[in-house]
Structure formats: structure tokens, C-alpha cells
């Protein structure tokens, strides 16, 4: 009897969030020690580059990591019009061609633009180490993307762990020990993700289905037919939607300064780690699987699992973003210092456009499947040009709460699909509960109010949701039958 597709989802969503929660836990772990070895306006300094580097990386893809989710099956399946090898070493061969000229125009870029484009004089240096990070990161993407495709998720989760643990202690070294700067901070981070790298390419390359990388087997073809399709995919989708998650830093840094935008990443970093850890898994599943199935099943049974899929992500998700809201502004402080306690009310925010952004590949996987760039180009373009112009409009008047709210906007715009009523209301009605819920000390407040929040959430679902009232019903009727006939069980 073959596995159904939901439960393949949740086990492969699982390796995802347990390789998301021993890294969020080395986040937790980080994040404070981070935070207190540098200054407001160091992290802030951290935050720009963070965000050019994750533009750059998008650049140096050129989308070709959507093209190997959405052709792996196909030549996996020898339909295809080149092997699986050819697919293979096009792909990474290409990937590193665009992933030098990135490193290059990032490199060269940074070193002639007007110093006051830039501000701190030490992020022209810092530039040029991340530079060789952003190659690093584009070959890693190619692998990474081709263990998605094949759905090994347990080796993926393996890597991204270890990676996770045994980087982590030399960037450690490095800001302790060596020296306090940033200079020493991304020297050890392009250390171990090169060696990250070169590790995870060895342990592929001993597998015995893995495809072999031959620069002979390039085709220029199938690279200018993947470029079709991933190079829309880059400006419509990925890069856009970089736009809508960091466009906000450049208006912050520009015209506000380091240090309002030190204060904003510290809680957006907050925010990110509670949604790798208990929702980045779903999206990062679901798309191969979906992508599989419409191979293989359908369009029928791919709707169906769609709709669950997204279904379960929404009623997870809901009780994150009331979660987080309410307890997030305690938290920060004591994670990341007092210094950071102003940024606080920006937590709301954040982690709702967080978890509604999470959902794009379940509502746009009608357009993904059947490859409609286009429209994910208008889409995603648009709303990214409103995120900035929100942006532009708002930190000016009310500071980074302004760019919080129009990361939101935008991202609720770029995902209406999610707009349920009742899903809403459940979660309002919960986050207006719990809001009344104070005691002495911070700590005991954010304890309260996450026990009071779970069964409260539960009632609600209960007294909304069909599916849930049936399964209340199935469990009760269990209960009172193991109660009239102990032996029942």
C-alpha cells in the first residue's frame, strides 16, 4: 500500500523542522551573544549586508534552483530530452559561471559607488569578503535543490544540522578570541561555509544514484531552456520577493541610520527563527511533492492534497503569529538586551507577514506548475514596488513600525488566497484574550499567556471548523466507550 501524499508532506515537513529546530536553537543561542558582543549600529551594519548578500545570491542563481524543482522528475523519469548527468553538470557549471559574475559585480560594485551611498566606511571591506561567500552559496544552492528535488530530506537535514554546529563555534572563535569585529565575524562565516560546501559535495558525489558532474555534458540548450524559465522565476518571484522580505532595510539604513535599523533586524531575526523552526518546513516540502504528483497522479489528487496542505499550514499558523505578538515584545529584551526593547512593537507585525509569505508556494502552485512566470512576475513585482512605496511613505512619519506594516500590507496583497474569515477571527479573538493577561514579571506573563493561548486557540478551531468537530466527536466516542468497557482498548 503506497504512502499517502499528506503523510509524505509531514514527514519530510518534519526532517525539515527538526534540521529548523537545532539550528533555531543554535539561533537562540547565538542571537543574545551576538547582539551583546556588538553595537546597535554594528548590527544594523550586519543587517545591510545580510540583505545584499541575499540579493546577490538571487542574482547569481539566475532562478536556474526553480528550474532543477521543476525538470528533476522529468528527466528522473526519462522524459526528458537530456539525461539526468547532462541536467546535473549543465546546471552546475552554468550556476557557477553566474555565481563568479555575481561575486564579481558585488566585489568591484561596492568599491566604487560615492562613500556616502554606504556610510560606514568598513562595509567596503566587508563587502569584498562576503563577495566569495555569495559564489559559496550559489554552488550550495544548486546541491541543496537537487536533495530537495529527489525529497531526501533526512541527508538534507543531516547537512544543514551539521553545518549549523560545526560552523558556529569557529564563528565563535573568532568574534571572542581572535577579534571583536565584523571583519573577523564574515571571515569565519566564508570559512566554514566554503568548507560546508566542499563536504556536502563530497558526500554526494559517493552516492551511487547521484548523477556525476562532467564539464563535457554541458548543453547549452537545456541551459538556455532552464534560463527560460528561471530567469522570470529570479525577477518575478525570488527577487521580487527578496524586495518585499529586506527592500525595507536600504529605506531604513537610508534614512534613518544603523542604529533604528540595528533595532529592526534584532526583532525580525527574532521573528525568523520562530518561523524556520515550526513553519519554513511546510513550504520547503511541499513544492517537490506537489510538483511529483502532478507528474504522476494528476490534476485531481494534486488539488486535493493542495488544499489540505494549506488548510493544515493556516490553523498552524494562525496560533504562531498570536504566539509571538503577544509574548514576542517580552522576549526580545531578554534575548537580545535592553538595548533592543524599543523594537518590540514591531513583533506583531513581522512575524504575521512572516507566516503569510510562508504560504506562497501552496497558493501560487497552480502557477508554478504549470510554469506561468508571467503572471508570477506581475504579481510579485508589483507588490514588491508597493512594499517599497509604502516603505518610503511611512518610515519617515512613524519610524521601523512604518516599515513593518508595509512589509505586512504586501505580503498580504501577494497572498489574498489567505484571506479566511474565520481563520482571522479566531485568531484575533485569541490575540485580544490574551493581551489581558498580565502577571508581576515578564516572564511569568509571556508563561500565562502561551497557556492560556493553546487551549483557548483549540476552542475556537473546535467551534469553526467542521473536520475538528468530527475528530472531537470520534475522540469522545473512543472515551466513552473505553469507559463503559475498559477492555474495549
Known sequence: ???????????QASHYSLANLFTGIVGLITFPLLTRIFSVPDYGAMSLISATLT??????KLGVQHSIISYQSEMRAGKGASTLQQFFSTTI??????????????????HVVPARWLGDPRLRGLFTIASF???VQVLESGLINFVRADQLTSLLMKYQVAKKYLGIPLILFAVFVVSRTLTAFYAATLVTEAASLVLFWSVLQRRVDWPRFQAREFRRPLYLQMLGFGVPMMIGYELSGIILGVGDRYVIHGLLGETPLGLYAAAYNLCQVVQSVLLASVGQAVMPLYMQMWEQRGEDETAAFIARSLRTYVLVGAPIITGLASVGPLLLPVLASQRYAAAGNIVPWV??????????????????????????????????ALNIGLNLILVPRVGIIGSAIATLVS???????????????AALVMYTSLMHVHAGRSAITAALRMLIGAPLYAALIVFIDADARALLRRLGGQFRKSARDPQAL
Request: proline fraction near 1%; charge should be positive; charged fraction near 10%.
Open 411 to 425: 505580503y498580504v496583497s501577494a497572498s489574498v488566497a489567505l484571506a479566511i474569515g474565520a481563520r482571522r477571527l
Open 133 to 135: 561567500v555569495v559564489l
Open 351 to 384: 512575524i504575521a507577514g512572516m507566516v503569510v509569505d510562508g504560504a506562497n508556494s501552496m497558493v501560487g502552485a497552480g502557477l508554478f506548475i504549470h510554469r506561468k512566470t508571467r503572471r508570477i512576475m506581475a504579481t510579485t513585482l508589483s507588490c514588491a
Open 93 to 110: 557549471l552554468g550556476m557557477l559561471g553566474s555565481g563568479l559574475f555575481a561575486m564579481l559585480v558585488l566585489a568591484v560594485g561596492t
Open 55 to 60: 540579493v546577490s545570491v538571487a542574482v547569481g
Open 1 to 11: 500500500m503506497s504512502e499517502s501524499p499528506l503523510k509524505r508532506l509531514f514527514v
